[in-house]
């Protein structure tokens, strides 16, 4: 069928069903559209009465499954309307009346068409394949295993619709059970290319019928011979979500670049009051040392901090690229005007009292007046942003200065003023910190794009908690991710409101596991926790990236080896086998009782001298790609001389162009924090009392790295 | 059948199995046994030839299932030696001539004793009920849900044989996919005591006849009137481990009183020159203020330290508590005859060189020793231990002396010194800190019962890397449990060694599995890594006990609300439905747009009296039993302003006797740390940067007051 041909007759059909004000599918228009789309079903015909269906089993031969008809009746099973294996004339003439009688039990007002006479299918996996409409993510393809007992364990992956064969196949090796798939205890596996087919052929059948909200073909009986759908479900959209506006990446750029590198900053209701916001946004731009023009805007005021002071940013001399607002929320609407005529291209909105505060017209206001004058804004309600290398606090919170490489985004002011504790406690390097809050306009998306391109990032952090338009969050990731590491905490993971779902693969798509899928398909690094959040932004940067999968540990404590070992499992790495002769080699360095293998263990009596030999020789052997340093303090060996050989060698090793991740767990007294803080400032990602964490943030290296497609 | 008789029987077949120098029972021997135990399986009879079979499957009337019975043929279903749901002669001939054919074929030295032909179990739910002998735990007793998808997926749960019909029965709610035996999607449940039933016998089994190293049934079919086995396995064991000597109770708390509170401390091997493991030991036992005798022991020194030195124990005036050996392992065994004949009933072993080096013999030869004349040995190789409460510092390390409720044992002396260094950074009182090492006689058990009845020991952690004898550990954590919370982190979690199994219930109990099931089971509470150890030690003895459910989250910072949700989620934790009378009592406090309900969002903007008034209402309210806090650094209410008032809020009720759990998160700039510092002393459990580690704290506490049947 062409392709034309085919989308015509589901047009028809969809506008049959529009017309009769329906939004389910009868189980016949479903096969309509499956042969409509080449989606494999069993041969079926209805029958409308006891002997039609004689008749229809006795055309298919072999045993059949009956079903009712009704657009009344969504759960079949439920109203006890499905009998399988039916054979011969008497037996199909009771179960057509157990049928129908069952039926009306259940729901006296249904409107019968019949009942379904099908081919019973082969025996073989059962497996789901279906479609939703993610109020994220928009059409999402869905695969799981199926039966009662998957569904209950609920073992399903996502993908953005559409997909291709590839993807369609890749989606059989994301359930936890795929195993079963490839054939298990001498059973054969499935058609993968066939099962693939099927997924793929819904993914369109929904991409090119946005109306189409819900596909469930449940269940799909995969044999090593192909894959039917013994059930096919659709459902129609209520209503459809209104477009939303998009911006060009060249659009995005430039603005982007004109709020993160502004030449002049207006502050709008800037102040000479201490304790009032718009003061202390003032001195942060005058005490940061912001070296572009500061004008303060007050209607009121001469002079603020020594800055003229003018009444409106329609009286500032010269281009403004950057309007801070720091004035009530009822004002910002006429000053955001005024914002439009001076053509200032970014507008921060620090106040709050929006949609935050159920004022939902209030910020639609600003935002069709953002949208008339092609004005981006910042917020409402955030803390402001720093751009760090621009020596730009434009927040209203304490000034923070260390430059560095790691951008971060936070949509809540709580989770921001986080982000900036940790960062001086931690004296991590920032490029920027940017709140998002209500993200009336610019959102993740805008600012991966241009972190992305930001020449002082080098690892983007965001916290956030929806996405306005998450197909436009995956597209920027997937433009940014093989450049730098983008790390993503996403709050309300477990948030139990459930939308109720008219079909399984619905129900399975709990808002989490969706955003799961299609996060880590994106490449995102997503955080387990804030605290990961932050750990894995200031060493991500520090850490080189790894050039191969062989992860090998040298510890000086055996205990710390097994934990150590254990968080290796837990994070996806793998412990090197350590081949023979390099094995021998380390063994030249250690006590004969000590281990050699993986992990070398040094044990505890050793020398700095057995640290430093067996460091060195992990470094060199181009076989291995990563080192896990286990550490326990000893007199022989005390914290600073460990750190300070350590980074020795590193930086050694480096002058000569082998650079390899290295992570250490130190286990010792107190002084082991000033030991880790010393190695942590030479690109070794060390910590004191865990074995969790520098194993933790190797991990999310080498997830990243496997995303940017620098690993195989 | 009178259980003698039953024993009888099984034990006649055992011996003859053995007798004949096989370990797997053939297919009816495995129903002689069933029947003998009440097992319920299917009616089966073996068929020596065709006729026979057909006769054996006219008999039984409906479909018949036929297996091949051969010694040889372990997975009957690999060598096409099973065939389903066979009916009529003509089926029955086909079938008995392709099953030997197969078996032949997959292994033609296969001793092939017929075709067993058994009645066809109706549909139902597959699962699997078996047992192992577990290396720690001994006979095991496992529950699963059956099939290829869920062996795939190892949704099994396991517990200590034999299990009464209450614990069997808990087995079934204690798999991921337990919704599934209850009945789902219009599925009639399983009869759940049946199936309890078959997991009792099968617990009993096992314990009567302890050279029966697995059993198999798999599947069992349970259906809504009952549960029967289609197969039995069973294997038994090559050999029985020998019996550990076993200590009472009473025998226990004698040695260990001695050992933790002595009066009189012998040094062997202490010496004056610094840099000695000898020296150190004497210097810490002096300098920590010890007020009981110290007596060093050095054949060649007149005094150490300030005190008389001896040639031998032997020569030391009155009784000794404990020796303490700093002297090279060689030279142990001699020193501890010594020990012995002056019945001194604990050594501490310091000495490394023993079986962690090899030196298995060495180690054995001390055990014998220690056995001969009654001595208990810590280690050998480990750092000492420390008694606090008694000043005593019996350790090579650097010296602790914050009194406190929380006692910690290590395997490792590396994780040792991370316990010290940890300790100290957080100033964490501290009960003992004690040395395992090799674990030649004292282990966890032992110090268990102990620090039970230690009145200075609220909380006991303990590292571990194996048990010598985990029912012994099950037994004092059972004693210990409804006292104090115990903190375990397992290490060798993960480790890839899993044994090679012959049975799928073998195969299933991977070691942790085990560990993780039988440790819960204990109500033992299990870190996942060091730092949560740590943590949990340190904060759990703060914490008061919760006499409910009914967790509450009031935060300044919404987004803090969000993830400290998250968090409550992820550790079990339930978030109270407020009802409307207290959600009216909130809001009263609140701004308008904030939102009361829970998390209770107070905003970010509120002052000092917004925060001490809603967390007032949290803990005066008797419906609620926790609090969350959520801190938000602001101008009005800044880091210590709310530290002290929600340290004297929680005072103030404290004084009015309501004791609750409160824990908190700050979200701010640095001054959040000392304001954590603050809380952390005065009973909050507060961390900066971070909204899970305060929730994890409060789940670990949670689980305890369940585990100790303080919570319903």
Redesign the interface.
């Known amino acids: 069928m062409m392709a034309e041909d085919r989308e015509l007759r589901v047009r028809a059909l969809l506008d049959r069903v529009r017309a009769e004000g329906r939004t389910a599918l009868t189980a016949p228009e479903g096969k309509v559209i499956a042969d409509a789309y080449g989606i494999a079903v069993p041969g079926e015909e209805l029958a409308r009465d006891v002997e039609e269906a004689v008749a229809a089993a006795a055309r298919f031969g072999g045993p059949v499954v009956m079903k009712i008809v009704s657009p009344d009746i969504l759960h079949k ?2 109203a006890g309307g499905v009998v399988v294996g039916v054979e011969g004339a008497a037996e199909v003439r009771s179960a057509f009346c157990r049928i129908v009688g069952n039926a009306r039990a259940y729901d006296a007002d249904a409107r019968i068409e019949g009942v379904l006479v099908q081919e019973l299918l082969t025996q073989g996996q059962e497996v789901l394949v279906g479609a939703v409409t993610d109020p994220t993510f928009g059409k999402v393809v869905a695969f799981g ?1 199926g ?7 609920k ?1 399903v992956t996502f993908r953005l619709a559409p997909v291709d064969a590839d993807e369609a196949l890749s989606m059989l090796d994301s359930v ?2 795929a ?2 798939l490839r054939g ?4 054969p596996g499935v058609d993968r290319w066939a099962l693939a087919e099927q997924i793929r052929r819904v993914s369109h059948l929904v991409t090119d019928f946005p109306e189409i909200a819900e596909v469930d073909l449940n269940p799909v009986i995969a044999t090593e011979h192909g894959a039917v759908a013994a059930d096919i479900r659709i459902v129609l959209a209520e209503r459809q979500p209104a477009p939303r506006r998009r911006y060009s990446r060249e659009e995005i750029l430039a603005s982007m670049r004109r709020l993160m590198q502004p030449s002049s900053v207006a502050v709008i209701g800037a102040s000479n009051e201490p ?1 009032k916001i718009g003061h ?1 946004v003032m001195r942060n731009l005058v005490d940061g040392g912001f070296s572009g023009d500061i004008h303060p805007v007050n209607p009121k005021a001469h002079d603020i901090l020594g800055r003229k002071a003018y009444r409106s940013v329609t009286e500032i001399p010269g281009d403004v690229d950057v309007a801070v607002f720091a004035i009530p929320a009822r004002l910002v609407a006429g000053a955001l005007e005024e914002v439009g005529r001076k053509k200032i291209p970014n507008a921060v909105l620090i106040p ?2 929006f949609a ?3 004022e939902h017209e209030l910020q639609a206001q600003i935002v069709a007046i953002a949208e008339r004058y092609g004005i981006r804004l910042l917020g409402p309600n955030i803390y402001g942003y720093y751009s760090t290398w621009q020596d730009l606090c434009a927040t209203f ?2 000034p923070y200065d260390v430059k560095g490489p790691v951008a971060l985004t ?6 921001g ?2 982000i ?3 960062a ?2 931690t004296k991590t390097g920032v490029s920027a910190i940017v709140g998002l809050g209500n993200k009336s306009d610019l959102d993740e998306d805008d600012l991966l794009t241009w972190f992305g391109e930001d020449p002082h990032t080098q690892c983007i952090a965001m ?1 956030l ?1 929806d996405l306005k338009d998450g197909r436009a969050f995956v597209a920027a990731a997937r433009e940014t991710v093989p450049k730098k590491p983008v790390v993503v ?1 996403k ?6 409101g459930a939308r109720a779902a008219g079909s399984h693969t619905g129900a399975l798509a709990g808002d989490d596991a969706v955003y799961d899928d299609i996060l880590r398909q994106a490449g995102v690094i997503r955080a ?4 990961d959040m ?1 750990e894995y932004a200031r060493a991500l940067p520090v850490l080189p990236t790894p050039k191969g999968d062989n992860v090998v540990i040298i ?6 080896g ?2 150590l ?3 290796v ?2 994070h996806g790495l793998r412990l090197m086998e350590i081949p023979p002769d390099l094995d021998e080699a380390f063994s030249r360095f250690i ?3 000590g281990a050699a293998g993986n992990p070398v263990d040094i044990t ?2 050793e020398p700095p001298s057995t640290y430093e030999a067996t460091i060195r020789l992990g470094l060199e052997d181009p076989r291995i790609h990563a080192l896990v340093l ?1 550490y ?2 000893t ?1 022989v060996t005390p914290p600073m001389v460990f750190a300070e050989l350590t980074a020795r060698v590193v930086a050694q090793m480096r002058e000569r162009g082998v650079e390899k991740p290295v992570v250490a767990s130190l ?7 000033q030991a880790c803080a010393y190695l942590f400032e030479r690109g070794i990602v060390a910590y ?6 520098p194993v933790a943030v190797l991990g999310a290296k080498y997830r990243w790295a496997r995303a940017a497609g620098l690993l195989s």
């Open positions: 099973t439920d295993l039966g009662v007992l998957v569904e209950v364990l073992d936890r059970a195993e079963v298990v205890r001498g059973r304790g202390s709050s009292g935050e505060t159920g919170c304490t936070s949509q809540s002011g709580g989770i003023m986080a900036l504790g940790f001086r406690t916290h908690e905490l709050a309300g993971r477990t948030a139990a387990p926790g804030l605290n932050l510890t000086g404590a055996g205990g710390s097994v934990l070992s254990d968080a499992s837990d006590p004969p009782f505890g009596g286990g326990w303090h007199i286990a010792g007294d107190v002084e082991v924090e004191p009392y865990t074995t969790e964490k």
